[in-house]
């Protein structure tokens, strides 16, 4: 048996994908890291106080996992679903009653994004409270903020495309508050000065009408599934990069 | 890549102390992988367990013309939501959330202390912590009361009470007078950003005053929520401060 597989790894096949056969030594553990392309975000060794579990509770890798599976079974929703007012909510009827696992899909893509909201919320609480953007991560830090902010919007956006009751009026009051922003917006203080009104204003801008209408819709489905996960997917490479240079996990001084 | 396995991750700036030398590593293949994948398998089978039990909620086809009893933003922003029954909507909405942002991305250049990092060392850094847990308390104490204790017209309904009951969307209030309100706020500001220099001159001298003024502003900012919303709630204060451009 394990001759066999001692066959397989030494073969041009294996070593033409993974570069190097599985680790054994010491020297091929650091390399099997820096030699594949995935595990190469990782440093190729961590201060063993960086892998106690009651440390990171493993939140930020938590979180990141969660952006896959979010992006794995989004995609599969985004074969079933026409960002489309009048066929929106009949599709999502379809994922749930029709298309072959589309109801559990849809089950996941949703609780797996309340639960990115949570772990990166706690995620953000960890390393606060161990000072972990503490010279040199702050900057790391102010990223990770981004993300949060993206975490919430990526979350935002996706609530409309149901085009159910919950959805239409969750994201009617929240993009209201778009309506109060100072000069910009049609209710905030001094849009007047501006010559700002209900039809120019931020919200218009965001909603692309005066109301939640098609345009919102196309514009949230654009948001949620194209432009906000790239700008994820970047952040998190940065902030996952700062994290190997500026030394890894915190530790003890 | 001249990358040699051992040092290549070391510190990177001059402030971190923390060089690779002196803590004992591990290598991460298979120390981390590990941990990572069993994370990964168990997240994966507790979600899948999850979702076959628990459907995605789906209700009626969006209708504009049909506004239910009461329409809740979803829950991470139902606290600012809560808000905008103790401030105007331009500070609940806009500029509440603003200063978190900013606020939250200034921590790092604020807190200049360097004990009790790379572990959970309440004593060592006391302040930052109330702060920051005090901050979570409030967001995820508001976001309790808007999504378990706000029914229609956002009057307050404590959970299972009916909603069949009908309630005056805000009970009776008032407003202080413009000159109490001004004082008022002023001198929370002013106690606020004098004792604690005064009490803990040292920390100011740390800190140094643009960092001092700057980081008890948004610590007085935050503290002023849960205030403004005990004044109202408990002495019937509308607002604190009347005028006809804003209201606090
Ligand atoms: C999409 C959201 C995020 C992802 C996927 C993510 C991922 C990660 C991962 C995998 C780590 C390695 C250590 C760990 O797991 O704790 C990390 C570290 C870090 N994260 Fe995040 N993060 C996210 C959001 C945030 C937020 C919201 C903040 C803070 C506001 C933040 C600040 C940091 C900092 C400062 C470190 C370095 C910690 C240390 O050296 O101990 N991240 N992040």
């Not at chain 1, 892998?51 to 890798?61: A, D, S, V």
């Not at chain 1, 109801?103 to 000072?131: E, F, S």
């Not at chain 1, 001094?190 to 965001?206: I, K, M, T």
């Amino acid at each position: 048996m394990s001759g066999i597989g001692e066959r397989i790894r030494n073969g041009q096949l294996w070593k033409s994908i993974f570069r190097v056969g599985i680790p054994s030594d010491r020297r091929s553990r650091l390399q099997v890291i820096l030699h594949n392309f995935f595990l190469h975000l990782h440093p190729t060794r961590v201060a063993r106080s960086g892998l106690k579990m009651t440390y990171t509770f493993c939140l930020g890798g938590i979180s990141a996992f969660l952006f896959i599976l979010l992006t794995i079974t989004g995609v599969f929703l985004m074969f079933y679903y026409v960002p489309e007012v009048g066929r929106a909510y009949s599709d999502m009827k379809d994922i749930g009653f029709v298309v072959p696992f589309g109801r559990v899909m849809r089950a996941l893509h949703r609780w797996a994004a309340h639960g990115m909201v949570i772990t990166v919320i706690l995620h953000m609480l960890r390393v606060a409270l161990t000072g972990s953007y503490k010279p040199p991560r702050e900057f790391n830090w102010v990223i990770g903020v981004s993300l949060l902010v993206l975490t919430l919007l990526l979350s935002f956006t996706g609530y409309l495309l149901p085009w159910d009751q919950l959805a239409f009026w969750a994201i009617t009051v929240g993009t209201n508050m778009a309506a109060a922003v100072p000069v910009a917006g049609h209710d905030g203080p001094f849009h007047e000065v501006a010559g700002v009104a209900v039809d120019n204003d931020v919200r218009y801008a965001l909603l692309g009408g005066i109301e939640v209408g098609p345009n919102a819709l196309i514009r949230f489905y654009v948001l949620h599934c194209v432009a906000l996960p790239l700008i994820a997917v970047v952040l998190m490479g940065v902030h996952f990069w700062r994290v190997r240079k500026d030394g890894g996990i915190s530790r003890p001084l | 890549m001249a990358e040699s396995p051992v040092r290549s991750e070391g510190a990177a700036r001059e402030g971190d102390r923390s060089g690779t030398a002196s803590v004992p590593m591990v290598e991460v293949w298979p120390n981390l992988v590990f941990i990572e994948l069993v994370a990964m398998v168990l997240v994966t089978a507790g979600l899948v367990a999850f979702s076959l039990v628990v459907e995605a909620p789906l209700e009626g086809m969006a209708d504009p013309g049909y506004t239910p009893a009461v329409a809740k933003a979803p829950w991470y922003f139902v606290g600012l939501q809560e808000l905008l029954v103790y401030f105007d909507p331009w500070i609940a909405g806009v500029m509440v959330p603003g200063i978190i942002i900013v606020g939250l991305m200034a921590i790092p250049y604020l807190d200049r202390n360097p004990a009790g990092t790379g572990r959970y060392a309440f004593r060592q850094r006391p302040l930052a912590w109330i702060a920051f847990l005090s901050g979570m308390a409030l967001w995820f104490g508001l976001i309790a009361i808007g999504e378990f204790a706000r029914g229609p017209h956002w009057a307050w309904y404590w959970p299972g009470e009916s909603w069949d009951v009908q309630k005056p969307a805000q009970p009776p209030s008032w407003d202080l007078p413009l000159g109490w309100g001004i004082a008022a706020v002023g001198s929370y500001l002013a106690a606020g950003l004098a004792l604690p220099a005064v009490l803990f001159p040292a920390f100011r001298r740390q800190l140094g005053t643009v960092r001092y003024l700057l980081a008890m502003s948004l610590l007085l900012g935050l503290f002023s929520i849960p205030l403004k919303i005990l004044l109202r709630l408990v002495f019937g204060i509308h607002y604190v401060v009347a005028t006809d451009w804003f209201n606090i």
